[in-house]
């Protein structure tokens, strides 16, 4: 598929095939491919390296990996750092340390288009009864189990929708029955007070006081942390494979742009 669109993009760039006349349309638009397949290999080559950090990293107690220095793996609840720390989910209104969202429209039973998505975070303490530890996430450390909901009433739609910045009228072409043709899908999953998670990362023992009197820290800037709320081998073999996935269309990819780039030079040898 992605071939023929490639072939279109050279056709409306003004060559109908790869001639001299063409040089500088297919030399664009190789790189262009090359780029998309760079860009896809890189991100499928950090999902196997999520996936391998997960694997060989060691299930320990809090109070355990402070004493190792290493990669581990740790299991425990949430807690914020104080009551206002929090955040409520902009979906299904939840009090939570972190969410992400998507709301689509479903434009057939294979695709969809996108309407409004997010992410947002706060730094929390895991707990486990034997130590404290402050998380600080980012976007790219969260793996969130998320809930899904497709909906055709307009009375559903305007009140998930209350509070996001939809570009959309939900109004338009209502039914008798209060529906509209195409569902919308709302997809949201949430990290809440309480709710118990598993951490992969690095403990750093801090000497002086921090936030929530944690015994240690974990943080996206400087380890490979991910924060998960389903279990660590789902997680894994998640990531395994979207990036072998990605690294095989990668290459294509890059396979393809060397064909385009090869055949424009040789045009004008």
């Not at 500088?24 to 262009?32: A, S």
């Not at 990293?57 to 949430?78: F, K, M, P």
């Not at 434009?107 to 409004?116: A, F, K, M, N, P």
């Not at 118990?196 to 990362?201: M, P």
Request: with cysteine; net charge negative.
């Amino acid at each position: 598929m992605f071939i023929e669109y490639a072939h279109r993009l050279a056709l409306l760039s003004g060559g109908s095939d790869l001639t001299g006349d063409g040089f500088l349309p297919n030399l664009l638009l190789g790189v262009v491919v090359a780029w998309i397949g760079w860009v896809a290999a890189t991100s499928g080559f950090e999902s196997v390296r999520e996936w391998w950090t997960i694997l060989r990293s060691e299930s320990l107690s809090i109070d355990a990996a402070l004493a190792t220095g290493g990669l581990v793996q740790l299991q425990g609840r949430v807690r914020p750092l104080h009551p206002d720390a929090t955040l409520t989910s902009p979906i299904r209104n939840r009090e939570c340390v972190a969410y992400e969202y998507t709301i689509s429209k479903v434009v057939q039973d294979s695709g969809e288009s996108s309407l409004d998505a997010d992410t947002a975070y706060r730094s929390f303490v895991l707990t486990d009864g034997t130590g404290e530890i402050l998380v600080d996430p980012d976007e790219a450390s969260l793996s969130l189990t998320t809930t899904t909901e497709r909906t055709t009433k307009t009375e559903v739609i305007r009140e998930r929708t209350a509070d996001a910045s939809v570009e959309f009228d939900p109004a338009a072409a209502i039914a008798d029955d209060g529906t509209i043709p195409k569902p919308i899908e709302f997809r949201e999953g949430t990290i809440s007070p309480g709710e118990e998670v598993t951490v992969v990362g690095k403990a750093t023992p801090v000497s002086e006081e921090v936030p929530g009197d944690a015994d240690a820290v974990m943080t996206a800037e400087t380890d490979q942390l991910t924060v998960m709320t389903d279990p660590p081998g789902n997680t894994a073999m998640r990531n395994a494979a979207r990036g072998v996935f990605l690294l095989v269309l990668g290459a294509l990819f890059v396979l393809f742009a060397i064909g385009i780039l090869r055949a424009a030079l040789l045009d004008i040898l």
